[in-house]
């Protein structure tokens, strides 16, 4: 493989790997040799050093010292722990929105997602359908207008994902779970109705944890 754009290459490799480590084909505590993936990519060994510093941040890698790189761990703890910042992270973008829309055509982006989530589903498009689910997030953003409030999320959604791919893999049906909640959402949200979006997240969140610590069992 060779990336050609100039502008940032350390996030096109990050991307790569993280790709790979959502999908599981690169497993838990395997290691990353930078040297490998210099090779393997053709790409400086500075480059690849920096993108591995992007994967940390993102909490999909850990640096140990005199070990180098390796796929961080799934565990049950790490899972609820995730689960348990991000769902309030959501809450504040739900919140966001309710207070900030003004007129319908404000919520065009998010009616265009859903639909887009629609077809996904029904391709059962695992992946498609993940990524769909965080652009909701990220049309939520300039309502919140909250720079440090979007970098957060931003860093976590790998790791989000990591989780979703593992749950939807062995329980495909889940997918028209959350388009029912989503659409739920979308009508407390229309009604600035705080705490029922809140209830609605917090409920979706422990849902999709549980999936996800029955998936890490099933293992």
Same mark, same amino acid.
């Given at each position: 493989?060779?990336?050609?754009?100039?502008?940032?290459?350390?996030?096109?490799?990050? /991307?790569? *790997?993280?790709?790979?480590?959502?999908?599981?084909?690169?497993?838990?505590?395997?290691?990353?040799?930078?040297?490998?993936?210099?090779?393997?990519?053709?790409?400086?060994? =500075?480059?690849?050093?920096?993108?591995?510093?992007?994967?940390?941040?993102? /909490? &999909?890698?850990?640096?140990?010292?005199?070990? #180098?790189?390796?796929?961080?761990? &799934?565990?049950? +703890?790490?899972?609820?722990?995730?689960?348990?910042?991000?769902?309030?992270?959501?809450?504040?973008?739900?919140?966001?929105?309710?207070? %900030?829309?003004?007129?319908?055509?404000? !919520?065009?982006?998010?009616?265009?997602?859903?639909?887009?989530?629609?077809? %996904?589903?029904?391709?059962?498009?695992?992946?498609?359908?993940?990524? =769909?689910?965080?652009?909701?997030?990220?049309?939520?953003?300039?309502?919140?207008?909250?720079?440090?409030?979007?970098?957060?999320?931003?860093?976590? *959604?790998?790791?989000?994902?990591?989780?979703? /791919? !593992?749950?939807?893999?062995? $329980?495909?049906?889940?997918?028209?779970?959350?388009?029912?909640?989503?659409?739920?959402?979308?009508?407390?949200?229309?009604? $600035?109705? +705080? #705490?029922?979006?809140?209830?609605? &997240? *917090? =409920?979706?969140?422990?849902?999709?944890?549980?999936?996800?610590?029955?998936?890490?069992?099933?293992?």
């Amino acid at each position: 493989m060779t990336f050609k754009a100039p502008d940032s290459l350390a996030e096109q490799i990050a /991307h790569y *790997l993280a790709e790979r480590i959502i999908r599981g084909e690169l497993k838990e505590r395997e290691r990353i040799q930078e040297q490998k993936v210099t090779q393997a990519l053709n790409v400086s060994r =500075g480059s690849v050093r920096e993108a591995l510093l992007i994967l940390e941040r993102r /909490h &999909l890698i850990v640096i140990l010292p005199r070990r #180098g790189a390796q796929v961080s761990e &799934l565990t049950p +703890h790490n899972v609820k722990s995730l689960y348990a910042l991000v769902m309030e992270l959501y809450i504040l973008l739900a919140r966001a929105v309710a207070d %900030s829309w003004q007129e319908e055509t404000d !919520l065009a982006p998010f009616l265009a997602i859903q639909q887009r989530l629609q077809v %996904s589903s029904q391709r059962e498009d695992i992946h498609a359908f993940v990524q =769909g689910s965080f652009d909701i997030m990220r049309a939520a953003f300039p309502f919140s207008n909250n720079p440090y409030l979007q970098e957060t999320v931003e860093n976590l *959604l790998p790791a989000i994902s990591r989780t979703y /791919h !593992l749950a939807l893999e062995r $329980r495909k049906g889940e997918m028209g779970q959350f388009l029912a909640t989503f659409a739920t959402l979308l009508q407390a949200i229309i009604a $600035r109705d +705080h #705490g029922q979006a809140r209830d609605l &997240l *917090l =409920g979706y969140g422990e849902h999709n944890c549980q999936l996800v610590l029955a998936a890490l069992a099933e293992r």
